[in-house]
């Protein structure tokens, strides 16, 4: 048990005001005392997620209750022995409700979960992890899954061959642009959509082979079926774009439906499921994995950042700076991914 301390930190707050506005700011935090089954972690780093962003507006399907520190996904140093890990040990937390239920990693300190603390690979430095973090895992999950869903003998026996067209849409957001590199990385054609044109560069570098408008990914004409043309589609948009891109999925081909940046409804007909054997996969990184699985999966994320650090924008922001990347992140005005330096 930890003794309580002075303020030796500082976190992002978010609370309402008398008026009822939500609003975020910076305070000071002391080193919290750790409690049973959490333990305390000093955070070096934390992702920006666009659950983050929300959580900072006051979405109440993120920030369960005001005030809440925002921040899924942290990096930094055991202060306590977690589970088989000493004091000391560089680890990452993700999910288990942390930043949603729990206060978050847009703090200096951190009552982690022990069930969601794992040790960093050491290869990937506190930044390089949270440039990834559940943006990563949930590219890589993606993909794996995706995989496992396609019909290639269906495809085969309608026409098509092995040939592997993989849309990844929202491409230059944090998942979308890790799951074109992941994609691509997994051998895998890759044709990226973005509304934003400065990005092409970066995403070729990604491994995309080619680089789309939101217009150009989406076939003319209103028929509930165009010409198949992907094989799979990572979907990070939702909305109207997802609804509109079923039509164009391959015989049995499958598409994996990850955000809603672009809109919650979709609007679309069966056709694509009953007369092409479509698939279309939720993905849920936060409730889909188990620890187990995390633990499997961030070596293969550091393998992945290997290939990517060069080309990946990441941007380095401190504490006093999230809120205004929120509001850029809901406005969709944002690339690649941003990770937050308490310390700074
Ligand atoms: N299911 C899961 O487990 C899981 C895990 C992580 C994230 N997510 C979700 O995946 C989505 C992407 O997350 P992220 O962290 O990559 O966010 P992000 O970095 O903000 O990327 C979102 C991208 O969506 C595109 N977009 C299209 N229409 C938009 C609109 N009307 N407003 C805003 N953006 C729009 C933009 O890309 P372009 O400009 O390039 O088109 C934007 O960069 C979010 O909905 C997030 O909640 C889900």
Redesign the pocket.
């Known amino acids: 048990m930890m003794s309580p301390a002075l303020p030796s930190g500082h976190c992002w707050l978010v609370s309402r005001d008398d008026a009822g506005a939500v609003f975020g700011r910076l305070v000071p935090q002391a080193r919290p005392i750790s409690n049973a089954g959490r333990v305390l972690v000093k955070v070096e780093a934390a992702g920006?997620?666009?659950?983050d962003?929300?959580a900072c507006s006051g979405h109440p399907g993120v920030a369960r209750q005001l005030p809440h520190v925002p921040g899924i996904d942290a990096a930094g140093v055991l202060q306590e022995p977690a589970d088989t890990l000493p004091a000391g040990t560089p680890v990452v937390v993700t999910g288990n409700g942390l930043g949603e239920s729990l206060p978050g990693g847009f703090a200096s300190w951190l009552l982690a979960p022990v069930d969601a603390v794992i040790r960093r690979p050491p290869t990937l430095s506190a930044i390089s992890a949270m440039a990834l973090g559940?943006?990563g895992?949930?590219a890589v999950?993606a993909v794996e899954r995706l995989a496992g869903l396609i019909d290639w003998g269906y495809q085969r026996q309608t026409g098509g061959g092995r040939t592997s067209d993989w849309l990844v849409?929202?491409?230059?957001?944090?998942?979308?642009?890790l799951a074109v590199a992941a994609a691509a990385a997994a051998g895998h054609r890759v044709l990226a959509?973005?509304?934003?044109s400065p990005?092409a560069e970066v995403l070729r570098s990604l491994g995309a082979a080619e680089v789309l408008t939101?217009e150009d990914a989406i076939a003319p004409g209103g028929k509930p079926l165009a010409s198949g043309r992907y094989t799979a589609v990572i979907d990070?948009?939702?909305?109207p774009?997802l609804a509109e891109l079923l039509r164009s999925v391959r015989h049995g081909g499958a598409v994996a439906?990850?955000?809603?940046?672009?809109?919650l409804e979709l609007h679309a007909t069966v056709l694509p499921f009953i007369l092409r054997g479509v698939t279309l996969a939720?993905?849920?990184?936060?409730g889909?994995l188990t620890n187990d699985q995390r633990r499997q999966l961030w070596p293969r994320l550091a393998t992945l950042w290997s290939l990517v650090e060069p080309h990946f924008p990441v941007r380095l922001l401190e504490l006093d700076g999230v809120g205004e990347w929120a509001g850029r992140?809901?406005?969709?005005?944002?690339?690649?991914?941003a990770v937050v330096i308490p310390s700074a």
């Open positions: 920006f997620n666009y659950k962003a929300l559940t943006a895992l949930t999950v849409t929202g491409a230059s957001g944090g998942v979308g642009m959509c973005t509304r934003k990005v939101p990070t948009v939702g909305g774009l439906s990850i955000g809603n940046a672009g809109g939720g993905i849920d990184a936060a889909l992140m809901l406005a969709g005005e944002t690339r690649g991914r």
